[in-house]
């Protein structure tokens, strides 16, 4: 039988016992899964371990657990940075939820000047990270990056030396082509709004001199557009 998998913040001790006070957490083990001491389950804090836990008690307020195993956890390929442009609240937390399953490192949220939407709902979209982490297996959590104007786009990506990809349909490189060689480098990748880039934005990527890509003439919808430039960077 598969274990659950749970996410917690704090450090979890190397052995030993530790206690887990995190009401959403405690009220789900008691009232929907209706755990109890002697249950086991996975739980990570994001420094790269899967570890076993048993219950050795439950209360409304707290929860204690002993460290039964440690394993070290499944981590991504490479390091990913999304740079995806504002779009539309659903599209935006499917391609959370979906860029965390395929293992990107970190997601900066961009305001382009196609881009419909115009903040972040903070609260619910680190849940929709933590929660796709918990199911598909990884033990980290991606980062989620305040947003940044698409003018600032370069300032933004001077926290990671590795090259930074535009996804257009006006590319001349093949997205397949420019990731078909196998290497662990950070990458960083950036895919447009609803309507795409303006011809300005494709431009100042022109001007730096830096690649954009295409998946082909046909033109993708902005998530999944999103969700192919992850799949070309991260499976191999």
């Known amino acids: 039988m598969r274990l659950h998998r749970f996410f917690v913040e704090e450090k979890i001790p190397q052995a030993g016992e530790f206690s887990v006070v995190n009401e959403t957490l405690l009220s789900q083990w008691r009232n929907v899964l209706r755990m109890g001491e002697g249950s086991r389950v996975i739980m990570f804090d994001g420094m790269g371990d899967e570890i076993l836990c048993e219950l050795r008690a439950l209360t409304k307020k707290e929860a204690t657990l002993a460290v039964i195993e440690r394993t070290s956890g499944l981590a991504p390929l490479r390091e990913v940075t999304l740079y995806l442009a504002l779009v539309k609240k659903d599209n935006f937390e499917m391609v959370l939820e ?137 499976v191999k």
């Open 98 to 234: 979906k860029a965390t399953e395929l293992g990107v490192t970190r997601i900066v949220p961009v305001q382009a000047s196609r881009s419909e939407k115009k903040g972040v709902n903070y609260e619910r979209a680190r849940k929709i990270l933590r929660e796709a982490s918990e199911q598909s297996g990884r033990v980290t959590v991606p980062v989620l990056g305040e947003v940044i104007p698409f003018s600032k786009i370069l300032e933004g990506f001077a926290v990671s030396p590795a090259p930074l990809v535009m996804f257009d349909p006006r590319g001349e490189i093949s997205a397949r082509a420019y990731f078909a060689t196998p290497t662990p480098d950070p990458v960083g990748v950036l895919v447009g709004p609803e309507g795409g880039f303006t011809e300005d934005e494709v431009g100042f990527f022109h001007t730096h001199r830096m690649p954009i890509v295409t998946t082909g003439t046909q033109i993708l919808r902005a998530e999944t557009a999103a969700i192919v430039a992850l799949a070309l960077a991260l």
